[in-house]
């Protein structure tokens, strides 16, 4: 009942953000065209599309692909924070604790200087898997393993190393124009969303989820314990191995299409555990839904709060995350 109650918002939210904005668009029309979109593809003589096709081009080639980028990583970020937190046993753990959001940072930021946009999700990919790889070095100790403690400390050490780096590009080459624009893919951002971004970030949480969603019982083992997790029959390396290594992939994928958007993986997986319990073939795909939506009304915000101004989306999942995060927290001292 909850994934049903949650898909229908999730639903209304979309239609609703497809009509902000300076064009007057009414929800009826959206939906509308929208149904024409789709019988048209499938078959002839649909009814009429209701928008002209100025107002059918902003709606479709416009606002929809944010739309749905911004759906699709909210749902994967809210996937890969609840795993991370089930295999580290740390609550505060998040997507970005491999040090993938910076090293992807460094990608971006370098191809930016270099006046090389067109680059940017590519070299954001590629800077998040080099910092995996780095942080999976450092942490893996004898006969492979991979504990969490010191998979916590090898990302923050990549981290603090990437975001130096960052911060000497920053310092030494980036001005005007640049500078604003890095700042605005550090803070998160789907004003330039295009249909193929999105489509890449809507597949591969899609796949990754679907994965991940098919471990639920190994995720639910990780909780007590490795050695808790090895006698009901997981294997443990291997798994932790596999695990953090989809979810990091994923995350590299995501801030390769929006930039490093923090809190969503933080604190919807702890408001999911209180609304569905501890079991992660509930948490998951009710994170997935509810990181969707969470993200989609923090992007609606961040363009329509200050309009005709444009906030990065970064700063709207901080200002709404943090104190929720903090009730959370109270909540959680309190039982």
């Known amino acids: 009942m909850t994934l049903v109650a949650l898909v229908v918002v999730l ?176 803070m998160g951002s789907f004003g330039g969303a295009t249909w193929s971004e999105a489509y890449v970030a809507l597949g591969a949480t899609a796949v990754a989820g679907t994965f991940l969603a098919l471990q639920a019982r190994g995720l639910d083992a990780f909780t007590f314990g490795d050695i808790s997790a090895a006698s009901l029959g997981v294997s443990v390396t291997r798994t932790r191995w596999l695990l953090l290594s989809v979810a990091a992939l994923l995350t590299g994928i995501l801030v390769s299409v929006s930039g490093a958007i923090g809190f969503v993986g933080l604190v919807v997986p702890h408001a999911v555990r209180l609304l569905v319990g501890e079991r992660h073939h509930r948490v998951l795909p009710v994170g997935a839904l509810a990181g969707a939506t969470f993200l989609l009304l923090a992007d609606t915000g961040a363009r329509s709060l200050f309009e005709p101004r444009e906030l990065p989306v970064g700063i709207v999942t901080a200002a709404v995350g943090a104190p929720v995060f903090a009730v959370l927290l109270r909540r959680r001292a309190s039982t």
């Open 11 to 186: 639903v209304i939210v979309a239609g609703w953000a497809l009509t902000l904005g300076q064009a007057g668009i009414s929800t009826g029309q959206v939906w509308t065209s929208a149904w024409h979109h789709v019988c048209s593809s499938v078959a002839q003589g649909c009814a009429e599309n209701p928008l002209d096709r100025i107002a059918n081009a902003i709606i479709w080639d416009g606002r929809a692909p944010r739309v749905v980028a911004a759906a699709a990583v909210g749902a994967g970020l809210a996937l890969c924070g609840a795993v991370m937190q089930a295999l580290t046993r740390n609550p505060l753990a998040d997507p970005y604790l491999l040090g993938v959001s910076s090293g992807a940072s460094v990608g971006a930021v370098l191809v930016l200087v270099l006046g090389l946009g067109t680059a940017l999700p590519v070299a954001a990919f590629l800077g998040g898997l080099g910092a995996l790889v780095l942080t999976l070095a450092l942490a893996t100790g004898r006969g492979g393993g991979l504990s969490p403690v010191r998979t916590v400390l090898a990302g923050v050490a990549v981290a603090q190393g990437a975001s130096a780096v960052v911060s000497f590009v920053l310092f030494w080459s980036s001005t005007g124009d640049s500078y604003r624009e890095i700042l605005v893919w550090l």
